[in-house]
């Protein structure tokens, strides 16, 4: 079992603190009504992009941590991986679309890529974080990944819910941030825990 490393701890702070940034320079930057390009629009999505190329990272190192001693459950992981990583893309070909006006009338993302790789992204980051709650040696508790879905509705709900998305994302990955120790040396969680 791989133990949750210097690099996943930074993940999980830096991940939440650039999406913080982005929601709240997406507020400022609609204070006129009107989202777009400028100083704050384009420095939101620049820490945007950063969040997202950092999120598809993330995606790969929670692989590496889901325990997955059967054919089932690493094919299972290794899916929601790759959904993952390629919703991740998805996000990433917008936003530099968004940063880059003539690539995104150039290069559009196709239509039903914009429905799916949001959905591929969700999917696997919540598969990957259930398995690590759920598969024995259990390395999160059951509300981990509940706080990364509550992160997911918040901003399908609104964007400008942005900020409070990504503080409930960082509250979300704490026990990843947090760890410090490989699960062979850490006690399990107990039933009465995670029920």
């Not at 899916?79 to 530099?96: H, K, N, Q, S, Y």
């Not at 759920?134 to 900020?163: G, K, M």
Request: charged share 10%.
């Amino acid at each position: 079992m791989t133990s949750v490393t210097r690099t996943t701890r930074l993940l999980c702070v830096l991940i939440p603190l650039l999406l913080l940034l982005y929601g709240v320079l997406r507020l400022i930057d609609g204070m006129d009504g009107d989202h777009g390009p400028g100083v704050a629009w384009n420095l939101g999505h620049a820490f945007f992009l950063a969040s997202f190329l950092l999120l598809g990272a993330f995606v790969v190192v929670l692989r590496s941590l889901v325990p997955a001693a059967t054919i089932r459950m690493r094919t299972a992981a290794n899916a929601a991986m790759v959904a993952g990583v390629f919703g991740a893309g998805c996000f990433v070909w917008v936003i530099l679309g968004d940063l880059f006006s003539s690539l995104a009338e150039s290069a559009p993302l196709p239509g039903p890529l914009k429905l799916a790789g949001p959905m591929a992204f969700q999917l696997g980051m919540l598969a990957l974080l259930t398995m690590m709650a759920t598969v024995r040696p259990r390395q999160l508790q059951w509300w981990s990944p509940a706080l990364v879905f509550v992160f997911f509705i918040l901003i399908s709900v609104n964007l400008d819910l942005i900020p409070l998305a990504a503080i409930v994302l960082m509250a979300g990955l704490t026990p990843l941030a947090r760890s410090r120790t490989s699960d062979a040396t850490r006690a399990p969680v107990s039933e009465d825990a995670v029920g």
